[in-house]
């Protein structure tokens, strides 16, 4: 008994779905960090020259202002000019970044909309069990694994940023315009190799988000035994498995409509296919039925296949309607039935 209750299963696929209805999916802040930082960068290198351009405009601008008055006039001017070249330069970098995030979400746990978490729980408003989560070894791990990423990155950066500034007293004899290629560039590696060390944290706390996130959701031998129990009962599980089912039956069906010997229509509402094998049955065989739009079916496999599409409305509507699939047909139909066999053997010589 004790074994059924420890929580050594891997949960179900409606344990994990309820988990997201809550909200509860595993995320990696580090790992949506890095794809925002990531795309911030692309988005930095790609605006470079539409940055620059602003901001050369505005300081333009500033310099003509010299040895004009100031008055309350001018400073609105002067800050609003500030306030919407700086919106300028800054919206497109916020919009990836946005954008950046949503994406880092979606390659994390796919889409998720729901309204569970915006729901006010004020047990959280718990000041004793807030002051206590301060001190705890949760936060005590998560400040040393910030401080270690922290430290790490920024070793690395100064490293490869030392072994530039080595290369000062040669790049000083640049010109100005190499000068600044040579910054740009130095400036793009420090970031990327930075950027790739973040990129090493984030997959590591990924995996280890999504191992905790899993192990939390583990459940017991008689959860799952409870869990089964309950969908048995539910009609929406019940029809969802039907439909299941029927759909898996009416594909094993249509796969058989290539090996008929003829497919009799009615023409238009039914469709029933029908084989002999003497090695098998004393009879022939319905191996696939149908009405309305899985008859159009049928016959237009048996069309695609070339088996032979015969019209005779009693005997179609007979076969539907008496006769099951993988059954034989009764004796009353024999003679009709052997009539089109009949004719179809003999257009096909055999």
Not at 15 to 39: H, W, Y
Not at 183 to 207: E, G, H, N, Q, T
Not at 247 to 253: G, N, V, Y
Not at 332 to 340: R, S
Request: no cysteine; aromatic share 10%; glycine share 6%.
């Amino acid at each position: 008994m004790a074994d059924d209750l420890e929580k050594t299963e891997d949960p179900t696929p409606k344990k994990i779905e309820d988990s997201r209805k809550e909200g509860n999916v595993p995320k990696s802040q580090d790992a949506s960090g890095v794809i925002s930082l990531f795309f911030a960068i692309l988005a930095i290198l790609m605006l470079f020259g539409f940055m620059g351009d602003r901001l050369f405009g505005l300081s333009r601008y500033l310099f003509s202002l010299q040895g004009m008055p100031i008055t309350q006039s001018s400073l609105v001017d002067l800050a609003f000019t500030m306030m919407m070249e700086f919106l300028i330069i800054a919206i497109p970098l916020a919009l990836v970044v946005a954008i950046s995030g949503v994406i880092g979400g979606l390659a994390q746990f796919g889409f998720l909309f729901t309204t569970k978490p915006l729901i006010p729980d004020f047990k959280k408003l718990d000041p004793i069990k807030g002051f206590g989560n301060l001190f705890s070894l949760k936060k005590l791990i998560e400040g040393a694994k910030i401080t270690l990423k922290a430290m790490t990155t920024m070793g690395v950066g100064f490293t490869f940023f030392f072994f530039f500034i080595q290369e000062l007293p040669t790049v000083a004899l640049f010109p100005l315009t190499d000068q600044l290629d040579w910054v740009k560039d130095k400036i793009i590696i420090i970031a990327l190799v930075m950027l790739l060390v973040l990129a090493v944290f984030a997959l590591i706390d990924l995996v280890i988000v999504r191992k905790q996130y899993f192990d939390k959701l583990k459940m017991s031998k008689q959860e799952i035994k409870d869990e089964m129990k309950n969908m048995e009962g539910d009609p929406h599980i019940k029809g969802k498995i039907r439909q299941i089912q029927m759909e898996t039956a009416r594909k094993r069906m249509m796969a058989e409509v290539p090996h008929a010997d003829v497919v009799i229509t009615n023409p238009t509402h039914y469709a029933v296919a029908v084989k002999y094998d003497g090695s098998k049955h004393r009879a022939p065989v319905v191996i696939a039925k149908g009405m309305n739009t899985i008859a159009v079916n049928i016959k237009k496999v048996a069309r695609e296949h070339r088996v032979h599409i015969v019209q005779n409305p009693p005997l179609a509507r007979a076969l539907y309607n008496e006769v099951n699939i993988d059954q034989p047909i009764p004796e009353a139909l024999f003679v009709t039935v052997a009539e089109i066999l009949a004719y179809v053997y003999k257009i096909d010589n055999r």
